[in-house]
């Protein structure tokens, strides 16, 4: 990801750098850039913040979700004014749909419900379903366009920021 230097700091979206962000990290880059968004991502996981995740977390939730959690919590701690943790439905590569386990469709939920137990720091979570696929673009970009309301200083073209960045993502996976 060429982006990873790109951290987050006050005002901005904070994209945490774990779990599914991570694997569409080209994705969110290309796309929140095309639109206009502020934003950057969080600094990279250490024990500190596998320890936080522990501690934010239920015991049933598995390590990836727990770093993800603290994550957030570290993105709005230093100032972020929102994450982005959108809810993955779909992912289409070469024509092919990738499953995902339910932790990973529900992952938002989960940081918004670990983030609500503190209440003295209210969390602004950005959860836009995002399916990555041609079949069901009109539906990513109704979601994308209410969630990122406001945040953008070029939301004119949904449409193109997705086209965009699903060819930058596809074009990453293949290289990989």
């Known amino acids: 990801m060429g982006d990873a230097a790109r951290l987050a700091g006050p005002g901005v979206v904070g994209v945490p750098r774990a779990h599914q962000s991570f694997e569409i990290g080209v994705f969110l880059a ?12 969080s600094k990279s996981t250490t ?14 939730h598995c390590l990836p979700v727990k770093t993800a959690i603290a994550h957030c919590r570290a993105l709005l701690d230093g100032g972020a004014s929102a994450v982005l943790v959108p809810e993955i439905l779909r992912l289409d590569l070469d024509g092919r749909p990738l ?34 696929s041609e079949h069901r673009r009109s539906e990513t970009c109704d979601a994308l366009r209410a969630c990122l309301e406001g945040r953008a200083t070029r939301p004119g073209d949904v449409e193109g920021a997705f086209d965009e960045a ?4 596809r074009a990453f996976k293949a290289g990989q």
């Open 47 to 60: 024990p500190a913040t596998i320890q936080r995740g522990e501690q934010l977390a239920p015991a049933q």
């Open 99 to 132: 499953k995902l386990c339910v932790y990973s469709q529900q992952l938002a939920s989960f940081v918004r419900t670990a983030l609500a137990r503190d209440p003295d720091r209210g969390a602004a979570v950005l959860s836009p379903k995002i399916m990555l």
């Open 30 to 41: 290309t796309l929140l850039d095309a639109l206009g968004v502020p934003w950057g991502w």
């Open 166 to 169: 699903l060819a930058a993502w």
